[in-house]
């Protein structure tokens, strides 16, 4: 049960280390009209003779009882629970205290977590998508209480459980992975490339694609609609100890396109040829020993976002794709 007297009138004097129960405004007129003190703000004696310039000789502070915590210092102890690698907590603001990534990488949010605090009356754990790619500065989540004061077993239940799935999972519940510097091998496929016919358009987005997450193209070669040939170019890449090969074009079910059976044919282990994401269903996913290769189909090149952009993120963040990762893609993957 709520306490029903929360607010205590005081002399401004006996206030110092006492939390203000209530917003303070200054006016200076023709000049400034805003906040002096927040709600929460820890009274100091530095503070005593601004609030009586403002002509505050009573507050109220905010009298919380043994067993209730403010709402700044919920935020903050659930923040304190969730929060893993590369994050920082910012201050608390209207009771909101956000975990923003220190560096840019992959955002990894435990959905099973989230649901299960969210079902905690009176929580607040708001984030955004598993897997999202995230810069330095972004909020990965922020926490908040809906009461000003809540019981401080509310938060202790929080915080068990955000420990026991800690101990479930073996990782932290939310973090940022950093990107790792890839060096790409791209081979492009079909003989209108080939001979020149028409201008390879696929090189530039990849140089491109890699850039934004720290990765670079180390080289590029071209093969025409023959399977041996592209094979030799992966052979190449791979003595060459290229990180990711990514072989473009030629992914289609017409008799001219050889990158899927020359992927197998190189002596990949296929994850998946196809997934159920659009644009961009025809990629094969595939690895040559612990190499990620990936076929790439010509939505990659004409389209702003396809179902590479969902891989790459996670492939330069060191993650091994699976075929539950492909699998799970067609959730929300209806893009065009």
Not at 41 to 59: A, M, N, Q
Not at 207 to 228: C, H, M, N, W, Y
Request: hydrophobic fraction near 40%; proline fraction near 6%.
């Amino acid at each position: 049960m709520k306490p029903d007297h929360m607010l205590k009138e005081v002399r401004v004097q006996d206030a110092i280390g006492l939390r203000l129960g209530h917003d303070l405004t200054r006016i200076v007129p023709g000049e400034f009209k805003g906040q002096a003190f927040r709600k929460g703000h820890i009274i100091t004696e530095e503070d005593i003779p601004l609030l009586l310039d403002i002509g505050k000789e009573h507050i109220y502070i905010l009298d919380v009882p043994d067993g209730w915590l403010h709402e700044d210092d919920a935020a903050y102890r659930m923040a304190s629970a969730a929060a893993g690698e590369n994050l920082q907590l910012t201050p608390p603001a209207e009771g909101k205290i956000s975990l923003k990534s220190t560096i840019n990488g992959l955002a990894k949010i435990d959905a099973s977590f989230v649901n299960t605090v969210n079902a905690i009356e009176h929580v607040v754990f708001s984030t955004i998508l598993n897997n999202a790619v995230v810069q330095l500065g972004t909020a990965l989540a922020a926490t908040r209480v809906v009461p000003l004061i809540v019981e401080e077993r509310t938060i202790a239940e929080f915080e068990r459980k955000a420990a026991e799935h800690k101990q479930k999972l073996g990782h932290h519940l939310v973090t940022v992975k950093p990107f790792r510097p890839l060096k790409a091998g791209v081979i492009t496929t079909g003989s209108e490339v080939f001979n020149n016919r028409i201008e390879d358009k696929f090189g530039p987005v990849l140089k491109d694609k890699l850039a934004a997450f720290g990765s670079e193209v180390i080289g590029q070669r071209f093969s025409p609609d023959s399977t041996d040939t592209i094979v030799e170019h992966i052979r190449y890449f791979q003595q060459q100890r290229a990180d990711l090969i990514l072989v473009t074009g030629g992914m289609s079910v017409d008799p001219d396109d050889r990158t899927p059976g020359a992927i197998k044919k190189a002596g990949a282990d296929i994850v998946s040829y196809g997934n159920p994401m659009l644009p961009g269903s025809m990629l094969m996913m595939a690895y040559l020993g612990d190499t990620p290769i990936l076929g790439l189909p010509g939505a990659v090149m004409h389209e702003k976002f396809t179902s590479f952009d969902v891989l790459l993120p996670r492939i330069c963040a060191g993650e091994r794709i699976e075929r539950p990762d492909i699998v799970a893609m067609g959730y929300g993957g209806l893009l065009k």
